[in-house]
């Protein structure tokens, strides 16, 4: 006698016993821990952003762009909560939104970083004699990057929504012996779509920090943001092999990681150098330092 696809015989072969269900849950070793750092970096994200918003009024803050950095401190901080969308039982309503906020969000984040390379390109270029970037000083250019950038990603995410929505859905073949409950994916061609929108505007702001590393800023922004963007680069390149190799909870394991990975490299590599000047060397935080001239 054939056990039924959700049971399977017990060691004897005289009975059919219920299948394991899994998933990532919020109660074993793994998804406790996975939690528990996310929860962390979200905090270090807010304690960034109330540093920036104490110290608004010193010359390293304001020379930083303070409404761009508050808007990529709280974007960076939607990136760690929407790693909770992928933990936990999958039910219909995060299958069907957890995608698309998480390309959203990383787009926004992404954008604000490309915004900030170009104003920090205009800001020393257009100290130079006869610049014609000087019309764009203090412009609506980086808004309308972060605006243009986050909204192509949208529409991308909302058609993917309302063309192929996601539902969870239960994985007998992933393990042996075991029911995994996973989101079914139904169109994975969105999903490189939109990775692959996110990575070009991650190498659109590597090259232009890269070109721009060299500007005579004491706080090296250009490099911190080569560097922050190697960093994410490195890390979603190396996501793609490791998640079509991953099956079952593994899928979702590997996409938090990579979540937490790149947020969390991003908020070191931007936001921890400035918050060391601005906490443990005030004295270097003057206009004469920002600009290179100390």
């Known amino acids: 006698m054939r056990c039924p696809e959700d049971q399977w015989p017990n060691e004897d072969r005289v009975k059919c016993i219920p299948k394991i269900i899994e998933f990532l849950s919020y109660e074993e070793p793994l998804g406790i821990a996975l939690s528990a750092i996310t929860s962390a970096c979200s905090l270090l994200a807010i304690s960034v952003l109330c540093i920036f918003i104490r110290f608004r009024d010193t010359p390293l803050v304001k020379a930083n762009n303070r409404s761009l950095s508050y808007l990529l401190l709280v974007a960076l901080l939607l990136c760690f909560i929407c790693s909770f969308l992928f933990i936990g039982r999958p039910s219909i309503i995060t299958c069907l939104i ?26 020393f270029s257009a100290t130079k004699p006869n610049s014609s970037l000087r019309k764009w000083v203090g412009s609506s250019v980086p808004n309308s990057m972060i605006l243009t950038g986050s909204s ?23 393990t042996k012996g075991v029911i995994t409950v996973e989101c ?32 005579p800023d004491s706080f090296r922004e ?10 994410f680069l490195a890390v979603w390149i190396s996501f793609i092999p490791t998640y079509l190799s991953s099956e079952g909870k593994n899928l979702v394991i590997v996409e938090v990681f990579a979540i937490m990975a790149s947020s969390a490299g991003l908020l070191a590599c931007l936001f921890f150098p400035k918050c060391y000047i601005i906490l443990f060397r005030p004295e270097l935080n003057t206009k004469q330092y920002v600009r290179g001239k100390q």
């Open 184 to 215: 079914k994916e139904s169109s994975i061609a969105f999903f490189y779509i939109m990775l692959g929108y996110m990575g070009l505007l991650a190498t659109l702001s590597f090259f232009v920090a890269f070109l721009s590393r060299k500007l």
């Open 98 to 123: 957890r995608q698309a906020v998480f390309g959203t969000i990383f787009s926004l984040c992404v954008s604000c970083i490309f915004a900030k390379t170009i104003t920090v390109v205009i800001a």
């Open 222 to 231: 250009g490099q911190c943001i080569t560097f922050s963007m190697f960093v």
């Open 152 to 174: 192509i990603q949208s529409v991308i995410c909302v058609s993917w929504v309302l063309m192929y929505p996601s539902s969870p859905q239960l994985n007998m073949k992933a």
